[in-house]
C-alpha cells in the first residue's frame, strides 16, 4: 500500500441499549497539527456515513490535513431503516428515530475511539447532526470530547416555525399529525413539508416539533462543557424558519465565550458551492483555541 494514502477501516459498534450501528474510519498517513486526535462526523436527516455533501468533502480536508476521520451512523440514518439489535431489529431512520436516542448512539462512538487510543474527539454534525452532537453532550458530557462543530444546526423551536414564511403549512401539518395521535394512530407514517419535506410517524413529528421544544438546541448550549463553534448559512437564514433569528438567538443565551457562532454569508443547509468553508472555519477556530490556551500564538 502507498505510505501516502489513507487507510480504511469499517467499524461496527454496539449501543448500551443494543442496537448495532456502522461507520468508517480513515486514518491519514501522516499527523498533523491541529489539536484533534479524530473528528467525529454525525450525518445529517435521512443521510448515512457514505453520503456525499459537505460531511464528505470536510473529511477529506480533514485527511489532507493529517487528522483522523470517523463517520457515523446513528439508528436514524436514511429515510426508513432497520437496525440490528440484541433483541432483532428496531425501526429506525428519520421516520422512526428520537432524537434523545443520539446519547447512546453518540456515546458508543466515542467510547470506540478511545477504546482505540484516540484522547483528544472533535464531535462534527451536520443539520440534524449537530443537534445531536450538541444535544448527546448536554446530556451525557464525555471528558474525550474537546469541542463541537455544528454545520447548520436547525432550530427545534415551536413558535419559531409557527411564525415563519411557511407557518401556515406547518400549524396544518402538525394538526394533522396530533389528530393522528389523538386517535390512536401514532405510529402512522405522515409525509411532511415542515420545516422540511421528509416521512415521519404521528408521533414523532408531534414529539420533534412540540411547543415543548425538547430539542431546541439553543438553551442546551449553557449545559455544554466544551467550546462549540456554530456555523449557519445566510441563505438558510433568509428562506428556512428553523434557522431565522438562530444568530440573535445564540447571542442572547449569552455563551460567549465558549460558544461562537458564525455566518456564512453564501451557503444553504447544504453549503452547495461552499463545501469547503466549514473545515476551513474550523480549523482556524482550533488554532485560535490552541493559542488562548497556550498563550502563544499559533
Not at 441499549?17 to 497539527?33: I, K, M, N, S, T
Request: with cysteine; glycine share 10%; aromatic share 8%.
Amino acid at each position: 500500500m502507498n505510505e501516502s494514502t489513507p487507510t480504511l477501516e469499517l467499524i461496527r459498534v454496539e449501543t448500551a441499549d443494543g442496537v448495532v450501528l456502522d461507520g468508517a474510519l480513515w486514518r491519514p498517513p501522516r499527523a498533523g497539527e491541529l489539536p484533534v486526535d479524530a473528528f467525529l462526523l454525525v450525518h445529517g436527516t435521512g443521510s448515512n456515513f457514505y453520503a456525499p455533501g459537505v460531511l464528505e468533502t470536510y473529511a477529506g480536508q480533514a485527511l489532507a490535513g493529517g487528522l483522523a476521520v470517523l463517520r457515523i451512523n446513528t439508528r436514524g440514518h436514511d429515510g426508513l431503516c432497520s437496525n440490528p439489535a440484541r433483541t432483532g431489529s428496531v425501526k429506525g431512520g428519520a421516520a422512526y428515530e428520537r432524537i434523545s436516542d443520539c446519547v447512546v448512539d453518540v456515546g458508543a462512538w466515542v467510547d470506540w475511539l478511545v477504546g482505540h487510543g484516540f484522547a483528544r474527539i472533535v464531535l462534527v454534525g451536520h443539520s440534524m447532526g449537530s443537534v445531536k452532537a450538541i444535544y448527546a453532550q448536554a446530556y451525557a458530557q464525555h471528558p474525550a470530547v474537546r469541542a463541537i462543530i455544528g454545520i447548520s444546526p436547525p432550530r427545534f423551536a415551536h413558535e419559531c416555525l409557527l411564525s415563519g414564511p411557511r407557518g401556515e403549512t406547518f400549524a396544518a401539518e402538525f394538526t394533522r399529525a396530533n389528530e393522528f395521535l389523538a386517535d390512536g394512530q401514532g405510529e402512522a407514517l405522515l409525509e411532511v413539508t415542515q420545516p422540511l419535506r421528509f416521512v415521519a410517524t404521528a408521533a414523532g413529528y408531534v414529539e420533534k416539533y412540540g411547543p415543548q421544544n425538547r430539542y431546541d438546541y439553543v438553551p442546551l448550549l449553557r449545559q455544554l462543557g466544551c467550546p462549540t463553534l456554530i456555523l449557519i448559512g445566510g441563505e438558510s437564514i433568509r428562506t428556512t424558519a428553523a434557522f431565522h433569528g438562530s444568530p440573535e438567538a445564540i447571542a442572547a443565551a449569552d455563551v460567549r465565550p465558549s460558544v461562537v457562532c458564525q455566518i456564512v454569508e453564501s451557503a444553504n443547509i447544504n453549503y452547495a458551492g461552499c463545501e469547503a468553508i466549514p473545515f476551513l472555519r474550523a480549523a482556524e477556530w482550533l488554532r485560535a483555541l490552541t493559542a488562548d490556551e497556550t498563550g502563544c500564538a499559533p
